[in-house]
């Protein structure tokens, strides 16, 4: 089964698509049938950056990479962590993003009250569309215990042969320092609540994929026709997902997807798939309401990213953030070696900001690591910030640094003048 995947994988990969995925995703987006969004440059958790111009950057060099690769703005974001505060549709519109998704207490708790709940999506005062997440359906697919990537016929994540099989067979295939990793290869399904596993049985997996595709169509086809005559409205309804939930934790994820829309095309004809851009062209006309700030991490605010694990991280972000416009006024055009260094010091300021390393130090995995990145870009930013300042930028060291941390190559330290 492996070979056979991974062998088809490598070749519509290769041969199919020529080594270039974003191209054929690019192909089916302009053909109307998927709707691709961005997200955030470096994935900054947008409410707790008090530096508008700062915040503004994460949005601007997002859509400018978009459009570089996919030929146009993208219409739709997806906000860091789901993380929204007043005031961010702002920014977002004038990036020209037309909707974003929030999670389902911060349309609940809006002002005024959404008349329609999370069932259509809103307006917030800037005309950007905001669409809230349905709990229902959401839980009923990530939830390992009442979902369904917990049924038992399905493949065993935490075994895995780097770890079940003999040393001597694995070591040619683990990291230089000998430790046992997991390497993607697993043989056995979840079985129940024991150690004792079975073997992983693909054939069973993928019925029973198709039969968990099947009970999700069903319950949203109810859902659809209760929401309909209660709400007199042709409802929507949004389920946002993790991607790593589909192939990585739920191997048969993607193969659920697929029986999914099959179904929903071939064997019923009460609910249909829509893009949100389709939705927003069908209904232009939403409530106006403000949503309330929201995420969708642990209790639905900003706790996750601002604790006592991680609050030390934002003092130094925001003098970095404030420093970064400094140097974007003080050096409207610059060029040459300062230039470089200009840009360099947007992309450690980018790449201390991703919410990853806050995250981290608040669920305790790898935590100094996360530590060591976030001291690593502040002090590359510090340097290059007096170096700029005092026109003393060495060119060598600079040249390590860009090569280290060499994000978006086509940046320029300017979108911090705003």
Excluded at 101 to 123: E, K, M, Q, S
Excluded at 295 to 309: A, H, I, P, R
Excluded at 327 to 335: H, Q, S, V
Excluded at 381 to 409: C, G, S, T
Aim: glycine fraction near 6%; hydrophobic fraction near 35%; charge should be neutral.
């Amino acid at each position: 089964m492996y070979f056979w995947k991974l062998t088809r994988a490598r070749q519509i990969f290769s041969e199919r698509y020529y080594n270039n995925i974003i191209q054929a995703f690019k192909r089916y987006q302009d053909m109307g049938k998927i709707e691709i969004i961005t997200c955030a440059a470096t994935h900054g958790y947008l409410p707790l950056m008090p530096n508008r111009k700062a915040a503004r950057a994460q949005i601007e060099i997002a859509c400018a990479h978009y459009e570089k690769h996919f030929g146009r703005r993208p219409r739709g974001i997806w906000l860091p962590e789901c993380g929204y505060a007043p005031g961010v549709d702002e920014i977002l519109k004038q990036a020209g993003i037309k909707f974003f998704f929030i999670d389902t207490h911060g349309i609940l708790f809006g002002a005024p009250r959404p008349r329609y709940g999370v069932f259509a999506p809103v307006y917030t005062p800037s005309a950007v569309a905001a669409f809230g997440r349905d709990m229902e359906s959401s839980k009923q697919v990530w939830s390992a215990k009442q979902g369904y990537p917990g049924d038992y016929d399905y493949r065993e994540f935490y075994r895995d042969v780097g770890f079940d099989l003999d040393y001597d067979y694995v070591r040619p295939y683990l990291h230089s320092d000998g430790n046992r990793v997991n390497l993607g290869i697993k043989y056995y399904r979840i079985t129940g609540e024991t150690e004792h596993k079975e073997p992983y049985k693909p054939s069973i997996a993928r019925e029973k994929a198709a039969a968990h595709a099947g009970n999700f169509m069903y319950n949203r086809e109810k859902q659809i026709e209760w929401l309909h005559d209660y709400l007199k409205i042709k409802p929507i309804i949004v389920s946002p997902y993790d991607a790593e939930l589909f192939g990585h934790w739920w191997y048969e994820g993607p193969e659920w997807v697929e029986f999914l829309i099959r179904k929903i095309h071939f064997d019923q004809k009460t609910i249909k798939m829509i893009t949100p851009w389709e939705y927003l062209e069908r209904h232009p006309k939403l409530q106006v309401i403000t949503p309330s700030m929201s995420s969708w991490g642990y209790k639905g605010y900003s706790e996750v990213w601002l604790n006592g694990d991680n609050d030390w991280i934002y003092a130094h972000l925001h003098m970095m953030a404030d420093r970064m416009v400094i140097l974007a006024d003080r050096f409207p055009d610059a060029d040459g070696i300062t230039r470089r260094a200009l840009n360099q010091a947007a992309r450690e300021l980018l790449l201390a900001q991703g919410s990853d390393w806050a995250f981290i130090m608040k669920t305790g995995t790898m935590v100094e690591y996360a530590h060591k990145r976030t001291k690593d870009h502040v002090a590359r930013f510090d340097r290059l910030y007096e170096d700029i300042m005092n026109a003393r930028v060495n060119d060598q060291w600079l040249k390590e640094v860009e090569h280290r941390d060499n994000i978006f190559p086509d940046i320029d330290y300017r979108i911090y003048r705003g």
